[in-house]
């Protein structure tokens, strides 16, 4: 070994394995990064779990409820149709354009009801993601991380950068099944 190579490893020895050749001005950041996994961590969590709950019960409701229109509808249809043979054409082409808005106005009331479930489900994320934020704050205080990404964004990262199932456990900890919370604004 040349004077050249002797001086490169002693160099890299100082650097790499005896001790701080320069001292630092800011303390080495652990993990500035971290990563969750929002669908996991709202719905494997218990207050994810009970809105989940309720909107599939409100669900079944509504689905129930449109057998039971659609049931009315039928037999409304039959009558109407063996009203048609003892009937005039202009009455009878009154009461089925009668018949068939109030068939509209029953669908739209239905997507209506149905769209309201899939705003509600947002409106409950977003103010569980308002809930949960000084828990993540707190993970990100204690891993030294300036950043929280969701998993889906991050192309690749390295094994503990990962904190959903910490912060499912602290936010059950904490929120439970959100039950007793504030009642959101409604939007």
């Not at 040349?2 to 950041?29: D, I, M, N, T, Y």
Request: charged share 30%.
């Amino acid at each position: 070994m040349g004077l050249r190579g002797f001086l490169l490893s002693v160099l890299l020895l100082a650097g790499l394995g005896g001790g701080p050749v320069v001292a630092q001005e800011k303390p080495l950041v652990r993990n500035a990064i971290l990563t969750i996994d929002q669908d996991r961590l709202f719905k494997g969590s218990l207050y994810g779990e009970r809105v989940a709950a309720e909107i599939e019960a409100d669900t079944i409701k509504l689905k129930e409820e449109l057998r039971r229109i659609e049931a009315e509808l039928v037999a409304e249809e039959k009558a109407l149709t063996e009203k048609r043979a003892t009937m005039e054409p202009d009455a009878f082409r009154a009461l089925a354009d009668a018949f068939d808005e109030k068939v509209q106005e029953i669908r739209n009331a239905q997507d209506v009801k149905a769209r309201s479930l899939g705003a509600r489900m947002e409106q409950e994320r977003a103010a569980y993601l308002n809930l949960v934020l000084p828990v993540l704050g707190k993970l990100m205080e204690e891993r030294g991380a300036a950043i929280v990404l969701d998993r889906r964004t991050v192309f690749a990262a390295a094994n503990g950068v990962d904190i959903t199932d910490e912060a499912l456990q602290r936010i059950d900890a904490t929120l439970g099944d959100g039950k007793s919370q504030e009642p959101t604004p409604e939007e």
